[in-house]
């Protein structure tokens, strides 16, 4: 545990983008989005920032990725297979719990099973984690209510909480102890733990006024949902407000559904492409003989949020699916964000 002054965070920064890609938190300066995106040389993270707009998944699970390039010589009778994806040296800098509870399901999605994802590997192998602690919440969260904030308890390689005075750094990997020795950091005293927690509880107690949006109701709706005690007529409400857009999926951190597809290029070349996917589309679960067990669109509103918040799914992620990061309810045009099918199991329950 050290104590670092705000230029040497800002120091560290610039010392790690000469070795890595370095990504944090930046404001547009016209919109006043915030963005998690890859810092020039001359950029800092801005670690005040809210929560940004994208999940930072995109980093680690593009939106879209070539992973194979591949040709074919018919005079020769030869195949010839191009990777297109390697290992590069990142910093994920200023992650907000929520995020970082997304790729601990990413994580183990890809790599905490019995297959492990070559491609995520590669990106996630040679990535340090710098997690930033809220010290208050913006209207969309419910992370209190996920166990997802507002500070991070494991996972990080490093975790920043701003005190009065700089900022409390807490070593959570060696690879975070291995950059701590090489920067003879200074120890800081053992009661500035309970200010950290001090910070933390001023930011849960301020979630009434300022978290609007929080409408969660998490545990409840757990019960209900894994022992399959909502009405089929909620369902059938919720899949009417759906768009299928996808939007949702999109922003999540924790959704890990793609797909694969060749693309033809000019003359004999290909290449595959790994594109994320949405169990919003009507196409996400059809078969071949264009037979769909899924059809209607409030099986699938019930399989999304079976998967986000049943004990089967967080027995297998070791957390709930969802993180509480509120994205969802901010894009979804149908307003069935998942704070408000919380609420809509929650009437169904009161009365």
Aim: glycine letters at 6%.
């Amino acid at each position: 545990m050290y104590l670092l002054t705000t230029q040497d965070i800002n120091d560290l920064a610039r010392e790690l983008q000469k070795t890595h890609a370095v990504y944090g938190p930046q404001v547009n300066a016209q919109t006043g989005q915030v963005f998690f995106d890859l810092l020039a040389e001359s950029e800092l993270p801005d670690l005040d920032a809210a929560i940004p707009s994208m999940p930072v998944k995109e980093i680690l699970f593009p939106q879209m990725e070539r992973i194979l390039k591949y040709s074919y010589d018919a005079q020769a009778q030869r195949v010839t297979l191009e990777k297109q994806y390697g290992e590069k040296p990142k910093v994920l800098f200023g992650l907000r719990p929520c995020d970082l509870a997304g790729i601990q399901c990413l994580d183990r999605f890809f790599l905490g099973q019995e297959f492990v994802d070559d491609v995520y590997l590669a990106h996630r192998r040679q990535s340090l984690l710098i997690t930033n602690t809220c010290t208050r919440p913006w209207d969309q969260c419910f992370c209190v209510c996920t166990h997802t904030g507002p500070a991070a308890d494991e996972g990080f390689d490093l975790d920043l909480t701003r005190l009065d005075d700089g900022y409390l750094v807490q070593v959570g990997s060696e690879k975070g102890q291995a950059l701590a020795d090489a920067h003879g950091w200074k120890t800081a005293e053992h009661r500035r733990l309970a200010e950290k927690a001090a910070v933390v509880d001023r930011c849960v107690e301020r979630f009434p006024d300022q978290a609007k949006d929080n409408k969660a109701w998490i545990s409840r709706a757990m019960n209900r949902i894994t022992t399959g005690f909502v009405k089929h007529e909620i369902w059938e409400y919720i899949g009417q407000q759906c768009f299928e857009c996808g939007a949702c999926s999109f922003v999540c951190p924790s959704c890990s559904c793609f797909n694969i597809e060749d693309v033809t290029l000019c003359g004999d070349s290909c290449e595959r492409l790994r594109t994320r996917d949405s169990c919003s589309f009507s196409g996400y679960t059809r078969m071949a003989g264009d037979h769909n067990p899924r059809a209607p669109v409030e099986d699938r509103r019930n399989k999304r949020f079976f998967c986000k918040l049943s004990y089967t799914q967080s027995k297998k992620y070791l957390r709930p699916g969802c993180v509480g990061c509120g994205r969802c309810q901010l894009v979804c045009p149908g307003d069935i964000g998942l704070p408000n099918v919380v609420q809509y199991i929650r009437r169904e329950t009161t009365e």
